[in-house]
């Protein structure tokens, strides 16, 4: 159990800080415009979302069927194509809201999630599954 939770804490706390970094950098600083609340509840609605199909994902496809090597990069993977999938998807949404610049900067939009979901997944991948299977192997 104690395990199970670690793995959900981790993909939580892994994209809450992505989430809050989005949120100040494009949603504050960059895209003033808009609802600063409107703002803050699709970051928060997103970080749960994604957070919750990592940790499931890894639970299901990850731990207890692999480890070492394959399991830091299968964790990779799950963080990668989540990451990317929700970055294409909220594009699309902003399209609409143009809370944060999606309309003007898709690509840019797009590739500011894709690029740390790549660097994310392999930090959380290794952080649950390299060193002995992991930083949290004691819990």
């Given at each position: 159990m104690n395990r199970m939770i670690y793995i959900f804490a981790t993909a939580f706390a892994l994209?809450?800080?992505?989430e809050i970094f989005y949120?100040?950098?494009?949603?504050?600083?960059?895209f003033p415009g808009?609802?600063?609340?409107?703002?803050?509840?699709?970051?928060?609605?997103?970080?749960?979302?994604?957070?919750a199909v990592i940790g499931a994902a890894t639970l299901?496809?990850?731990?207890?069927?692999?480890?070492?090597?394959?399991?830091?990069?299968?964790?990779?993977?799950i963080?990668?194509?989540?990451g990317s999938y929700c970055a294409w998807l909220c594009s699309r949404v902003d399209a609409?809201?143009?809370?944060?610049?999606?309309?003007?900067?898709?690509?840019?939009?797009?590739?500011?999630?894709?690029?740390p979901a790549i660097a994310g997944g392999l930090l959380y991948g290794w952080w649950l599954y390299g060193r002995e299977q992991g930083i949290g192997h004691t819990l």
């Amino acid at each position: 159990m104690n395990r199970m939770i670690y793995i959900f804490a981790t993909a939580f706390a892994l994209i809450g800080v992505a989430e809050i970094f989005y949120f100040f950098f494009w949603g504050v600083y960059l895209f003033p415009g808009g609802s600063l609340a409107a703002k803050a509840v699709w970051v928060a609605s997103c970080g749960i979302a994604m957070g919750a199909v990592i940790g499931a994902a890894t639970l299901l496809l990850v731990e207890g069927r692999t480890s070492g090597r394959a399991a830091i990069l299968t964790g990779a993977a799950i963080v990668t194509t989540v990451g990317s999938y929700c970055a294409w998807l909220c594009s699309r949404v902003d399209a609409k809201f143009e809370y944060f610049g999606g309309p003007e900067n898709g690509t840019l939009f797009i590739l500011s999630g894709v690029i740390p979901a790549i660097a994310g997944g392999l930090l959380y991948g290794w952080w649950l599954y390299g060193r002995e299977q992991g930083i949290g192997h004691t819990l």
